[in-house]
């Protein structure tokens, strides 16, 4: 069982900069996949970022060179930076967590955390 607790989303103007935050209820020791995704109206939800247990990082070309992934494993935290947003940013974010290895889906979803990007 794993709970996930996102934080950090807000309003932004385009070119802005926000930092979400995810706490995870367990150790990253136990997780093999961590990742970041949103979901935009009218769109599928996306991966945007992610982070293994061994610390192998990927991002979706839409978020390269902006967002970055990171985590504070002391603290059970996943963070995503988010630099120079922009208005097709504006999505529900989720975090969310696979304990399996290869990955096959997350089990475990956080509540999800609004980010809306304005022009």
Known sequence: QVQLVESGGGWVQAGGSLRLSCAASRSFLTINFMGWYRQAP????E?????TRGGSI????SVKGRF???RDIAKNTVNLQ???LKYEDTAVYYCA???FWPPRGPQYWGQGTQVTVSS
């Open 68 to 70: 970055t992934i990171s």
């Open 97 to 99: 967590a696979d304990l």
């Open 82 to 84: 988010m630099n120079s």
């Open 47 to 51: 991966l945007v970022a992610d982070i």
């Open 58 to 61: 990927n991002y979706a070309d």
């Open 42 to 45: 009218g769109k599928q939800r």
